[in-house]
């Protein structure tokens, strides 16, 4: 049995660019602690848009332009791209389309126990990908550790964590949160 640990969007512009956060940046040694500790594969996704941003419906209804392929704010941040290897997922949308394909190869080569999930935002993406994790493999324990997490402010990160443990995810570190 394998515990998978999946960290989500930890990038530049989602800590120090144009959609950074105080909350964001404080979380940042918090999940290098959790990646080098963590006993079991590590996964990124890695919120990816093109040029024309602006133009679709995400970016119409945040017009904020992040994340941009081969900019400084789409790569991940430097201290969690250095704590570990890992495969990166890609991700257009909140939730990473391709990832179930990869957590249910892994499961079939070793079942997977759980998944935990680290990284930004609580409110988006992070709940997003735990809804869709749960949706193809209902039978592993989905963790979200929310001393690892930061949402877009702090109440709707707090609003995602009750959301979710209503779905069935196990919710920790919610007495270390910043």
Same mark, same amino acid.
């Not at 979380?27 to 679709?56: A, C, N, W």
């Not at 080569?109 to 990284?119: A, Q």
């Given at each position: 049995?394998?515990? !998978?640990?999946? /960290?989500?969007?930890?990038? %530049?512009?989602?800590? %120090?660019? *144009?959609?950074?956060?105080?909350?964001?940046?404080?979380?940042?040694?918090?999940? $290098?602690?959790?990646?080098?500790?963590?006993?079991?594969?590590?996964?990124?996704?890695?919120?990816?848009?093109?040029?024309?941003?602006?133009?679709?419906?995400? #970016?119409?209804?945040?017009?904020?332009?992040?994340?941009?392929?081969?900019?400084?704010?789409?790569?991940?941040?430097?201290?969690?791209?250095?704590?570990?290897?890992?495969? $990166? !997922?890609?991700?257009?949308?909140?939730?990473?389309?391709?990832?179930?394909? /990869?957590?249910?190869?892994? %499961?079939? +080569?070793?079942?997977?126990?759980?998944?935990?999930? $680290?990284?930004?935002?609580?409110?988006?993406? /992070?709940?997003?990908?735990?809804?869709?994790?749960?949706?193809?493999?209902?039978?592993?324990?989905?963790?979200?550790?929310?001393?690892?997490?930061? #949402?877009?402010?702090?109440?709707?990160?707090?609003?995602?964590?009750?959301?979710?443990? $209503?779905?069935? /995810? *196990?919710?920790? #570190? +919610? %007495? +270390?949160?910043?």
């Amino acid at each position: 049995m394998q515990d !998978i640990l999946l /960290v989500v969007d930890m990038q %530049n512009d989602f800590v %120090n660019g *144009s959609l950074g956060t105080q909350e964001a940046r404080s979380i940042v040694s918090k999940v $290098v602690e959790k990646m080098r500790k963590f006993e079991g594969p590590v996964l990124f996704t890695k919120d990816t848009h093109q040029k024309d941003y602006l133009e679709t419906q995400e #970016g119409r209804l945040l017009p904020v332009e992040h994340c941009i392929r081969g900019t400084e704010g789409w790569e991940i941040v430097g201290e969690v791209a250095g704590a570990r290897e890992g495969q $990166v !997922i890609e991700k257009d949308t909140f939730g990473a389309r391709d990832l179930p394909d /990869v957590l249910m190869e892994m %499961n079939e +080569e070793n079942p997977v126990r759980s998944i935990t999930l $680290v990284g930004l935002c609580t409110d988006i993406c /992070v709940i997003s990908n735990a809804m869709l994790i749960k949706a193809y493999l209902p039978e592993v324990e989905i963790i979200v550790d929310a001393s690892c997490c930061a #949402g877009v402010t702090p109440e709707s990160h707090k609003i995602a964590l009750d959301a979710m443990k $209503v779905c069935q /995810v *196990s919710v920790t #570190g +919610e %007495n +270390e949160e910043a």
